[in-house]
T-cell receptor, first 114, second 113 residues
Framework: KAGVTQTPRYLIKTRGQQVTLSCSPI?????VSWYQQTPGQGLQFLFE???????NKGNFPGRFSGRQFSNSRSEMNVSTLELGDSALYLC?????????????FGSGTRLTVV | DQQVKQNSPSLSVQEGRISILNCDYT??????FLWYKKYPAEGPTFLIS?????DKNEDGRFTVFLNKSAKHLSLHIVPSQPGDSAVYFC????????????FGTGTRLQVTL
């Protein structure tokens, strides 16, 4: 079955702009989580959506937001981009039995802010 | 506050030998623990997990051990293969609304010939 799909794979934006990243989870998975990976901070949790509702949120400023649609696809938005937002943004989806099968990650979107 | 720690940033092991990757955590509320393998420019790939009610889980060449009293887990890879060279992350999670993954900082494993 198809994995987690993230688009676009690469993105270059200018400081002050905003960006929207997209994630299509594995069919049947209702939970979608977003993570930011940077060399200095490792993998940091952004937020999790389950059945269109934000169920959990990490310690990121309000410039980072997300949403989930009825088909479980999710988007995250970053407004007023800063240089420090340059990172690999990863989306993960999960279904039942996540404690045994883990979360499935997409390949990520590499965002570069210049 | 780093709740999940991997104190060894790198590890080099000869092919065929055992690789042991370690992870410590501070939050006793974690319900299960996972290990992920990551190649550059790719998302992490799930390897193996263990519930907090168990002390060992095995899947092929991979075995995870959990010592709850010490808040310590380890991943054993036997025998190590060159294709195992990657960054390994341990992660911990609760359940339900506490189901976010808290990752360690990763250990880069290099398996040499």
């Amino acid at each position: 079955k198809a994995g987690v799909t993230q688009t676009p794979r690469y993105l270059i934006k200018t400081r002050g702009q905003q960006v929207t990243l997209s994630c299509s989870p594995i069919s049947g998975h209702r939970s979608v989580s977003w993570y930011q990976q940077t060399p200095g901070q490792g993998l940091q949790f952004l937020f999790e959506y389950f059945s269109e509702t934000q169920r959990n949120k990490g310690n990121f400023p309000g410039r980072f937001s997300g949403r989930q649609f009825s088909n479980s696809r999710s988007e995250m938005n970053v407004s007023t981009l800063e240089l420090g937002d340059s990172a690999l943004y990863l989306c993960a989806s999960s279904g039942s039995g996540v404690e045994y099968y883990g979360y499935t990650f997409g390949s990520g979107t590499r965002l570069t802010v210049v | 506050d780093q709740q999940v720690k991997q104190n060894s940033p790198s590890l080099s092991v000869q092919e065929g030998r055992i690789s042991i990757l370690n992870c410590d955590y501070t939050n006793s509320m974690f319900d299960y623990f996972l290990w992920y393998k990551k190649y550059p420019a790719e998302g992490p790939t799930f390897l193996i997990s263990i519930s907090s009610i168990k002390d060992k889980n095995e899947d092929g060449r991979f075995t995870v051990f959990l010592n709850k009293s010490a808040k310590h887990l380890s991943l054993h890879i036997v025998p190590s293969q060159p294709g195992d060279s990657a960054v390994y992350f341990c992660a911990a999670s609760g359940t339900g609304t506490a189901s976010k993954l808290t990752f360690g900082t990763g250990t880069r494993l290099q398996v040499t010939l």
